[in-house]
């Protein structure tokens, strides 16, 4: 997930143009298309809330061909073979379904999805990105979960563009 500092992940009408950072940092890492590529052949599906797939398919469909599970209520179609849709009790797509099938498995989405895989302990490591910006206002990364959640520091890294990406392992 990518937030601003302040924990926002969208402005009020769902803009995530703030995410383009050109800031420097000359202390850190260059994100290179070569880094990206070795982490998205990682992944081997792919889970997220319907708004999340609607506003893919407007930006672009960059999931190729890996799995999609696309979690939502309304009756949604896609011409794509690798994406599938899914209504119904979360914890059992996850333990029944997706974990003796894939090894990572990756959320992509909002903060219901996100709040939801949180509260029901089926998340093992958040990944999150802060940008260099505050919003102010907007949709909440989190989106108050409800309860405390201990985590652990696996990995830090800064960006020469600004962003920090933070990796934690979610104790169970």
Partial sequence: ??????????????????????????????????????FLKSIDCYVMGSKTYEHALELGWVYGDVPVFVLSSRNLSSERTTVQFYSGDLSKLVNEQLKLQYKNIWMVGGSVLTKELLKLNLADEIVTTIVPVLLGEGSLFFDFIGKELPLLLKDSKAYKNGMVELTYAVKK
Avoid: H
């Fill in 1 to 38: 997930m990518v937030s601003s500092l302040d924990g926002f992940i969208a402005k009020k009408d769902g803009d995530i143009s703030w995410m383009n950072t050109t800031d420097r940092y000359e202390n850190g890492v260059t994100l290179t298309q070569e880094y990206i590529d070795e």
